[in-house]
Every structure is written in C-alpha cells, then in structure tokens.
C-alpha cells in the first residue's frame, strides 16, 4: 500500500515536470519566460523546451492585429467648439519582450495617448474643417502613436474615427447652411435654365429669320429670272415677227399689202371715231384720205387683174 502511494505520487511528480518543462505556443502567439525572475527568452510557436521549477512563463502576448475602441471624450475646436469624438484604433505586438517590460500596461498607454494626441490635433483645426481632414486626422495620430509605441514593442498599423457629433445648437446650424446652400443652388440653376431658354429663344429667332430671308431673296431672284426670261422669249418672239414682216415685205407684192392693210386700218379706224359720239369727225385733209383710198382700190383692182390673167 504505501509502495503504491509512492508510486502515485511519483508519477504525479513526474507529469508536473513534463508539464513545466514541455511548452507548446499556438500560432501567432509570443510567451516571454522568466528565469528566477529575470527575462530569459521568448518562445516562439510550437513546442518548447524550460528548465522546470526555475523558468516560468510570465507573459503572453497575441501577435494578431488588434482592434481597440478608444473610448469617446470632448474635443475644442480651433473656433471655440465642442466636438464629441470617438473612434477606433489598430495596433499589433511586434516585440514581445519590449511589450512586456516597455510599459505596465500599453494597450492603457497607447488608449491613453491617442485620447490627447486627437485632442492636440483637433484642437488645430476649425470646425468645418474638422469634417473635411478626417484622414488627415487619423494621419497625425496613428503618426504621433507609433513613434512613442515603438518603445512598448506596439505597432500602431491605422486610427478611424468613428463619430464626430457637435452640440444641437451647431447641428441645428449647420442644418440651416446646408439648406441654404441648397435653396441658393436651385435658384442658381433656375436662373442660369431662364438664362440659357432666352439665348435658346433669340437663337431660333435669329435663324428663323435669316431661313426667312434666305426664302425671300430666292424667291426674288426666281422672280426675277422668270421676268426676264419672259422678257426674252417676248422679245425673241416678236424680233421672229419682224423679221417675217420683213421676209414678207421683200417679196412680190408684199409692199403693195402692206399699204393695202395700212389703209384698211386708217378707214376703220374714222369710222369708230364717228360712231362714238354725235360728232362727226372728218380728217383735217382729205385728200390724204382719197389718197389712201385710192391706193388701196388700185392694189385691189391690181389683185383681180392678176386673178384673171392667171384663170386665162
């Protein structure tokens, strides 16, 4: 019986020393070792072999990158405004041992620290421009926090800021710009549409007009060409005339027609003269007249004579 407690306590003794002496990291993870208590090592992933009862793991650091919500605070613009303001920061362990002797507590420091630098940032900047330099924000402070978080083996990979409320009043404010803005905007627009429906106007004016007159001065000139062409083809048709009158007068006899028309005429036209009234009109010189007449019976007499030596 007591040989067996021996044994029990034995192998416990010896399971305990396993324990101690055999260590296994996970991945992604640094565990820094002690040696009567003074920093001996760190261990990097997998199993690991430390002197039992003498080393001992102190300390055990994550190496993934860490999401930390900074905690909201009150920040005073450069005009005089408050601004509630939080955000969240990324940071990594990059030294396990600076981690872990650096500073008693660097996730508190670099909350810490990234709490004032954003309000020395902010504290920079109007209020508009507040809400327009977001990165340039979130710039300065991861800037500001990885130069001092070197020395506490942190890597501060990026800051994002969350939210960026200003009181009610300045909310009611800037709602009231933003509204105006936009009411100047529209009437803006409204007058730069009237504007450009006038110059539209004016410029459909201005060529329905010359359209009208380029219409009007082709009409003309289509006028114009079709009098003179009339023109022409009256003159033309009596120039033909004339020169048949002419052919005709040249031949046998057409001298003599022409005086036998002439007289014609001359006697028809002292008859209408004396039918339009009660007046009797007589040529001033009669003889002038039987002189006609007398032509015109000579051609005539001279016609039949022809006539009848030609029935012969």
Same mark, same amino acid.
């Given at each position: 019986?007591?040989?067996?407690?021996?044994?029990?306590?034995?192998?416990?003794?010896?399971?305990?020393?396993?324990?101690?002496?055999?260590?296994? /990291?996970?991945?992604?993870?640094?565990?820094?070792?002690?040696?009567?208590?003074?920093?001996?090592?760190?261990?990097?992933?997998?199993?690991?072999?430390?002197?039992?009862?003498?080393?001992?793991?102190?300390?055990?650091?994550?190496?993934?990158?860490?999401?930390?919500?900074?905690?909201? @605070?009150?920040?005073?613009?450069?005009?005089?405004?408050?601004?509630? /303001? !939080?955000?969240?920061?990324?940071?990594?362990?990059? !030294?396990?041992?600076?981690?872990?002797?650096?500073?008693?507590?660097?996730?508190?420091?670099?909350?810490?620290?990234?709490?004032?630098?954003?309000?020395?940032?902010?504290?920079?900047?109007?209020?508009?421009?507040?809400?327009?330099?977001?990165?340039?924000?979130?710039?300065?402070?991861?800037?500001?926090? !990885?130069?001092?978080?070197?020395?506490?083996?942190?890597?501060?990979?990026?800051?994002?800021?969350?939210?960026?409320?200003?009181?009610?009043?300045?909310?009611?404010?800037?709602?009231?710009?933003?509204?105006?803005?936009?009411?100047?905007?529209?009437?803006?627009?409204?007058?730069? $549409?009237?504007?450009?429906?006038?110059?539209?106007?004016?410029?459909?004016?201005?060529?329905?007009?010359?359209?009208?007159?380029?219409?009007?001065? @082709?009409?003309?000139? =289509?006028?114009?060409?079709?009098?003179?062409?009339?023109?022409?083809?009256?003159?033309?048709?009596?120039?033909?005339?004339?020169?048949?009158?002419?052919?005709?007068?040249?031949?046998?006899?057409?001298?003599?027609?022409?005086?036998?028309?002439?007289?014609?005429?001359?006697?028809?036209?002292?008859?209408?003269?004396?039918?339009?009234?009660?007046?009797?009109?007589?040529?001033?010189?009669?003889?002038?007249? $039987?002189?006609?007449?007398?032509?015109?019976?000579?051609?005539? =007499?001279?016609?039949?004579?022809?006539?009848?030596? !030609?029935?012969?």
């Amino acid at each position: 019986m007591d040989m067996t407690i021996v044994g029990v306590v034995l192998l416990i003794v010896v399971i305990s020393i396993v324990v101690q002496t055999i260590k296994s /990291v996970p991945q992604q993870h640094a565990w820094v070792v002690e040696r009567f208590g003074r920093y001996h090592a760190t261990l990097a992933p997998g199993l690991n072999i430390v002197m039992p009862f003498v080393d001992r793991v102190a300390y055990r650091h994550v190496l993934k990158e860490i999401p930390l919500d900074v905690p909201g @605070q009150i920040c005073i613009t450069r005009d005089n405004t408050q601004l509630q /303001v !939080d955000g969240v920061l990324y940071f990594q362990v990059t !030294d396990a041992m600076k981690a872990s002797y650096g500073s008693s507590n660097y996730v508190q420091a670099i909350t810490q620290l990234s709490q004032t630098t954003l309000r020395s940032v902010i504290g920079k900047l109007e209020l508009d421009k507040t809400f327009e330099e977001r990165d340039l924000i979130n710039h300065s402070v991861v800037s500001a926090l !990885d130069e001092a978080a070197s020395s506490w083996g942190v890597k501060v990979l990026r800051y994002e800021i969350k939210d960026l409320t200003p009181p009610k009043e300045i909310l009611h404010a800037m709602q009231a710009q933003i509204t105006a803005e936009r009411e100047k905007r529209a009437l803006i627009a409204a007058s730069e $549409g009237r504007k450009q429906e006038q110059i539209n106007i004016a410029s459909g004016g201005r060529e329905a007009a010359i359209q009208k007159s380029e219409g009007e001065k @082709q009409a003309a000139i =289509n006028l114009a060409q079709g009098q003179a062409a009339a023109i022409l083809a009256v003159a033309e048709a009596n120039a033909q005339a004339i020169q048949k009158i002419a052919q005709a007068i040249q031949s046998t006899g057409g001298m003599d027609a022409v005086n036998l028309k002439v007289a014609e005429q001359y006697v028809n036209a002292f008859g209408n003269l004396a039918k339009s009234g009660n007046t009797l009109i007589v040529p001033g010189n009669l003889s002038d007249l $039987g002189s006609m007449v007398a032509s015109a019976l000579a051609i005539v =007499n001279r016609g039949k004579s022809t006539v009848g030596a !030609d029935g012969r």
